[in-house]
């Protein structure tokens, strides 16, 4: 597959399909005319009806059109299963334009040149948290159909992220209340749903859409479950004071604007002795510290300008997330402090992609733009007998998990 970094690199003498009707579709979109491409259509895994004029296709609708060399412009994070998907259905000219994408959010907008701070671009074109979470969607919005293949998607999950499973368990909850704060589409209530027997087990989320693709997975797996949608302008919840055995928070409370005031309606409805474990982005990680400080912002010579936390927050969850924050560990035990809860440090998981990141670890050390701190984070790492790294004895990866317990 290639990669797009100039909307030139991409063919002008054939009609072009754009993968995304989100922002990174708009983006794309918006390069794509300047340049005089023409474009056939946007194709969406969950989006229907047009875009700037384009109908948006189905995935399946694409693949009816039997086009294996049409141009396909994959202008989202998820680029690699997206690539795997089209590759499988015989798609042969698929372009990674993520790359771009990042580069060029300042199109939304219509900036000629990148500002030197990760503001959103104003106006109508600014998501609300629950746009960007309905559109957005860490399983692609992809409909499971049965009960098997939802299973063999947890396991690719939780094998991608080492040590995860051991530290956001879904086992022991038999006869407890299980709430998953922030569950999105799904993945770990299923964990839940087949690993324990909870009395109740509960969904919250702020997306309508996320709820609704959740309800459809975990029905495959035939059991009960109630449903909540979070009001983002409201921390309270719909719950008694004491009421719940357990909260399961996995990527969520770095995406919100007031972390501990959420924490502090947890410590309300837990019940005496119950538990919350949460997982947020680590700073102590080579996410931040190899693949952002110096993979993006100086070999590849993105976001100049930018602090490290501001081309951190383009980064992650797709470059027009509201919030997105990382913290160090003590960072975080602080705030579940001040929000009244007894916490603990259990550990962080670390993707396959970190792994792989680590290859450039020397070609970093080497060069003397390196910041200090990044610098002595890399120098610093040790290993463990998995080949993980470890920094300060702990694993240096993205996701860092926390048990908070109710006094």
Same mark, same amino acid.
């Given at each position: ?6 909307? &030139?690199? %991409?063919?002008?003498?054939? *009609?072009?399909?754009?993968? @995304? #009707?989100?922002? /990174?579709?708009? $983006? ?8 005089? &491409?023409? %474009?056939?259509?946007?194709? *969406?895994?969950?989006?229907? @009806? #047009?875009?700037? /004029?384009?109908? $948006? ?351």
């Amino acid at each position: 597959m290639k990669v797009v970094r100039n909307i &030139h690199d %991409v063919p002008s003498d054939q *009609d072009i399909y754009v993968f @995304g #009707a989100g922002s /990174g579709g708009r $983006i794309a979109l918006a390069a794509l005319r300047t340049s005089g &491409h023409r %474009v056939a259509a946007v194709i *969406d895994s969950v989006k229907t @009806g #047009a875009i700037d /004029g384009l109908e $948006i296709l189905s995935p399946e609708a694409f693949g009816a059109l039997n086009l294996p060399d049409a141009p396909v412009l994959v202008a989202s994070q998820y680029w690699a299963p997206i690539f795997d998907t089209l590759h499988r259905n015989g798609h042969r000219a698929v372009f990674n334009a993520y790359p771009f994408v990042l580069e060029n959010a300042h199109l939304l907008s219509g900036a000629r040149t990148l500002p030197s701070a990760p503001s959103l671009p104003g106006g109508e074109d600014e998501p609300t948290p629950t746009e960007f979470w309905s559109d957005f969607n860490v399983a692609q919005h992809r409909a499971f159909a049965t009960a098997e293949e939802s299973l063999t998607h947890l396991e690719w999950r939780n094998s991608i992220y080492i040590y995860y499973d051991d530290l956001m368990p879904t086992t022991g909850m038999d006869g407890k209340v299980v709430l998953d704060y922030g569950c999105g589409p799904g993945l770990d209530l299923v964990g839940f749903a087949v690993n324990s027997r909870p009395s109740r087990l509960i969904a919250a989320d702020i997306s309508p859409v996320a709820l609704s693709e959740a309800r459809h997975r975990v029905a495959l797996h035939g059991v009960d479950i109630e449903w909540t949608q979070i009001d983002p302008e409201n921390v309270r919840l719909p719950f008694e004071d004491a009421s719940i055995d357990l909260i399961h928070s996995s990527g969520v409370l770095h995406h919100t604007p007031d972390p501990v005031a959420i924490m502090r309606e947890f410590k309300r409805i837990l019940k005496p002795g119950g538990q919350a474990q949460i997982m947020v982005y680590n700073r102590n990680s080579i996410f931040v510290q190899l693949y952002v400080a110096y993979l993006q912002m100086l070999k590849e010579d993105h976001f100049k300008g930018f602090t490290l936390e501001q081309a951190f927050q383009r980064l992650t969850d797709g470059p027009n997330c509201p919030i997105s924050e990382c913290y160090t560990p003590s960072t975080f035990l602080d705030m579940a402090r001040q929000a009244g809860l007894k916490a603990e440090f259990t550990g962080n998981a670390i993707s396959v992609m970190e792994l792989d990141w680590l290859a450039q670890r020397n070609a970093a050390l080497l060069d003397p733009r390196l910041p200090r701190e990044s610098r002595q984070f890399l120098y610093s790492l040790t290993f463990d007998s998995r080949g993980c790294p470890l920094h300060n004895g702990v694993v240096a990866g993205i996701d860092a998990c926390f048990r908070l317990t109710a006094s």
